[in-house]
């Protein structure tokens, strides 16, 4: 059983920042992606990026430019960098590897 625990949500003002954790513990294969989703009010579970352990990186496209995924292979670790928050970033973020799921960590922009 893998276990995903995120953190490093709160309560942030627009133009501001977060970054946000995960970490992964449990039978977690050598080679892997651990992807970030978020739900935000009213609209469907989205990917904002994804990490693989070979460097794969990629971008859901409201992230592209304001967002940075980066990860510790030897922690099993994975960091989003969250930059030039708005309003509409307000939601649950998950951390993701294969079909497990963290319980999530709330991310609100307001000012």
């Known amino acids: 059983q893998v276990h995903l625990v995120e953190s490093g949500g709160g309560l942030v003002q627009p133009g501001g920042s977060l970054t946000l954790s995960c970490a992964a513990s449990g039978p977690i294969v050598s080679v892997y992606v651990i992807c970030w989703y978020r739900q935000v009010p009213g609209k469907e579970r989205e990917l904002v990026a994804l990490?693989?352990?070979?460097?794969?990186?990629q971008y859901g496209d409201f992230a592209k430019g304001r967002f940075t995924i980066s990860g510790d292979n030897a922690k099993n670790m994975v960091y989003l960098q969250m930059n030039s928050l708005e309003p509409e970033d307000t939601g649950v973020y998950y951390c993701?590897?294969?079909?497990?799921w963290g319980q999530g960590t709330q991310v609100t922009v307001s000012s």
């Open positions: 993701n590897y294969q079909e497990f």
């Open positions: 990490w693989g352990s070979r460097n794969i990186i």
